[in-house]
């Protein structure tokens, strides 16, 4: 029998769980060791848990790719020396970094849960301590090893790159409509083994370049040429991400379609991913898609707005220069993100 206990590295980011309030009432991020004062529980499971945080505690708000490089770099730097890892983290923006560690990450092997909370750890009601509590117990799981990224939130455990926060006020904060949950967590924690991503066969390689020079651009009824033009004419924009209607369609006016081939004209890369949070991009389904299919516009299928922004700048910074590099991976599943059969060939990404 195996007597080893499993390792898991907690690693503290900012965001509600670790807050306190200053005397205006204003929540501001915490040290670390409140963590433990406000847990003392977690000095008494069956594993071992280690802890760092980031040189800056930050709002999630404030989260830029150089923290994903942080939280990446620390992740790697321990990556044989524990079994699992926990990011404690602002909720706003956890999709996000979710979904830009798992790009990060090619050949993951070991479970990497993000969590967080709507009320902070230290008031009665808070969600935190139930979410630490499981997203440490799936993290260190040694029957059961996710070999993903995801998010615990509330009961569910998701695949990271297919969440979204969907609530500002119920503890149910996250969902993920194109893939079903992992994991629920009830009595027991009960796994879906079938929906994991397969543990790979070669070694880890992490990463850690971005390219900040995107836009999105979210189309609404009305919106006029000034807006669309002041953000294809963005100096220097390397990528585009159009949020259209429905199954992936957009206003079918000349200025419309002519801006968004001055962009591709300029090198810029066009995505079309739906603001449906269900459902998929269908590029000609529809007249309404058709010309920015016939230009060259990319079709996002079902991927997350959370997760095309961070591929995006993640092929971009991952192969400067080699726009068709880009193009033939974006519409590509690389790690779950999208609902696609397709093989990326031989070559790293
Ligand atoms: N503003 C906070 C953050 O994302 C909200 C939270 O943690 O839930 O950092």
């Known amino acids: 029998m195996n007597n080893r206990k499993n390792k898991v590295l907690l690693i503290y980011t900012g965001g509600t769980i670790g807050m306190v309030q200053d005397e205006s009432g204003a929540l501001q991020p915490f040290a670390m060791e409140r963590i433990y004062d406000a847990l003392p529980l977690l000095h008494r499971t069956n594993y071992l848990i280690d802890s760092r945080q980031l040189d800056r505690i ?180 390397q990528g585009l991400v159009i949020e259209t209607f429905g199954s992936g369609n957009a206003p079918t006016e000349h200025w419309f379609i002519d801006a968004l081939q001055e962009a591709l004209d300029n090198g810029v890369i066009v995505f079309n991913v739906t603001q449906c949070k269900a459902g998929a991009v269908q590029m000609c389904q529809y007249q309404a898609s058709c010309d920015m299919d016939r230009i060259g516009v990319i079709g996002g299928h079902d991927i997350t707005i959370e997760a095309a922004v961070t591929k995006m700048m993640y092929l971009l910074g991952s192969f400067p220069g080699q726009r068709d590099k880009v193009r033939d991976r974006l519409w590509k599943n690389l790690r779950g993100e999208i609902s696609m059969e397709t093989e990326v060939d031989g070559e790293d990404f």
């Open 58 to 237: 930050i709002d999630s708000s404030n989260m830029t790719p150089e923290f994903w490089v942080d939280i990446a770099t620390i992740i790697e730097q321990n990556y044989d020396d524990y079994d699992g890892f926990v990011v404690l983290h602002g909720t706003d923006t956890m999709a996000y970094t979710a979904s830009a560690l798992s790009f990060m990450f090619k050949n993951l092997s070991k479970p990497i849960v993000l969590t967080g909370s709507q009320l902070p750890l230290g008031m009665l009601r808070s969600d935190g301590r139930e979410n630490i509590i499981c997203a440490l117990e799936i993290a260190s799981c040694q029957q059961v090893v996710i070999p993903e990224v995801t998010i615990f939130f509330e009961s569910h455990l998701y695949r990271g790159n297919r969440s979204t926060k969907v609530s500002a006020e119920n503890f149910d904060a996250f969902s993920s409509f194109n893939y079903p949950s992992l994991a629920t967590a009830g009595i027991n924690i009960s796994y879906k083994k079938h929906l994991f991503m397969p543990m790979p066969a070669g070694a880890l390689k992490v990463r850690k370049c971005f390219d900040r020079r995107i836009a999105v651009l979210k189309l609404f009824p009305g919106i006029t040429p000034a807006t669309v033009q002041s953000v294809v004419r963005t100096p220097d924009l």
